[in-house]
């Protein structure tokens, strides 16, 4: 991400997706507790499908919620990884009843809200996502106008790779994630290329090697990050985002805006999901804690139900208040 990223974060009207053919049933793995099947009851009990969308950011939310309503309501949770766009499919055929962090699809939302009406938003998370470019902060301070955009071409030629040929390199992460980034370039006219490094995994290595080796890199990232505890990044300032300056995603001359990330469920779900739609509607933290679980499970060692289990072990206050009354 989304993007968020993103990537960028973290990230990333904001939809840029690929499906390659993918279907709902085609996600790369699914996981579940072996408990009788059925669809999520008002009495507690049966199946609730939480979509696993590819960021760690993601992963932390959706686990957490997975770890409660398994241990603490009774329900069997299935987890199968998909696409943002694909997940969104899912709706409609009912492999998907929660997509817990959307980092806005106005296209799909229209699409399955308002047209199929197979779709609902439920409301923000709590988290604040912004996606963004960033160069290395040894980069800013060795070259102190390279984080306006207006001065990104005056040092194109060190971010040239072979993939990027005679421009410099854009380094984005998966096309599937939301990003501007193809009309941000053009419409700035910059003498940048965009580059897919294919995966949150492969930004956050490029960033970590920018930063050891003294590689330049311009690439896109998003926050909620736990990246940014790592390593030390400089946004890029590009022009000032304002209100409908991205409606038009091919024209797009804008920053990304900070967004609240939202959570979306099958109408369905929002209609007979009981005990587990109120735990879904209810969910809401900060950056901070999804930070938390997301560098537990990506630097602490901790799989992600144990990432979630420490973090909900440290925080009951919180998530008691999500628990249905």
């Known amino acids: 991400m989304k993007v968020r990223l993103l990537a960028g974060l973290f990230a990333l009207g904001l939809a ?43 992963e932390a939310s959706a686990h957490v919620v997975a770890y409660l309503l ?9 987890l199968p990884e998909l ?25 799909l939302e229209k699409k399955y809200v308002e047209e199929k009406k197979v779709a609902q938003n439920i409301g923000p998370t709590g988290n604040k996502g912004v ?17 306006d955009y207006k001065n990104l071409n005056k040092y194109a030629e060190l971010f040239k790779t072979s993939e990027s040929g005679d421009k410099g390199q854009l ?34 290595k490029a960033a970590e090697t920018a930063q050891t080796q003294k590689k330049a890199l ?7 990050h736990w990246l940014f505890s790592k390593v030390e990044l400089a946004r890029v300032n590009l022009p000032p985002f304002s209100q409908s300056c991205d409606a038009d995603t091919k024209k797009v001359a804008c920053d990304y805006p900070e967004s609240d990330l939202n959570k979306i469920v099958s109408t369905k779900f929002a209609t007979t999901g009981g005990k587990a739609f109120e735990l879904v509607k209810n969910f809401t933290w900060t950056n901070e804690d999804q930070n ?27 998530w008691q208040a999500w628990l249905p009354k």
């Open 16 to 58: 840029a997706t690929a499906c390659g053919g993918a279907t709902v049933n085609s996600g790369s793995g699914t996981t579940s507790t072996a408990v009788p099947q059925g669809t999520a009851s008002a009495s507690g009990g049966g199946t609730v499908k939480i979509a696993i969308n590819n960021w760690v950011g993601y």
């Open 70 to 78: 398994k241990n603490e309501l009774g329900y069997t949770v299935e």
């Open 83 to 107: 696409k943002e766009e694909i997940s969104w499919q899912g709706f409609e055929s009912g492999a998907v009843d929660v997509i817990i962090e959307d980092w806005g699809h106005p296209d």
């Open 131 to 147: 996606i963004g470019w960033y160069v290395p902060k040894w980069m800013a301070d060795k070259y102190p106008d390279i984080t």
């Open 171 to 204: 380094l984005d992460g998966d096309p599937s994630f939301v990003s501007h980034d193809a009309a941000l370039v053009k419409n700035l006219d910059l003498n940048f290329k965009v580059v897919y490094s294919g995966s949150e995994a492969a930004l956050i």
């Open 218 to 224: 311009l690439m896109y990232f998003w926050q909620p």
């Open 292 to 318: 938390q679980v997301a560098n537990d499970i990506t630097n602490g060692g901790l799989s992600r139900e144990e990432a979630a289990k420490k973090w909900v072990e440290a925080n009951t206050a919180k």
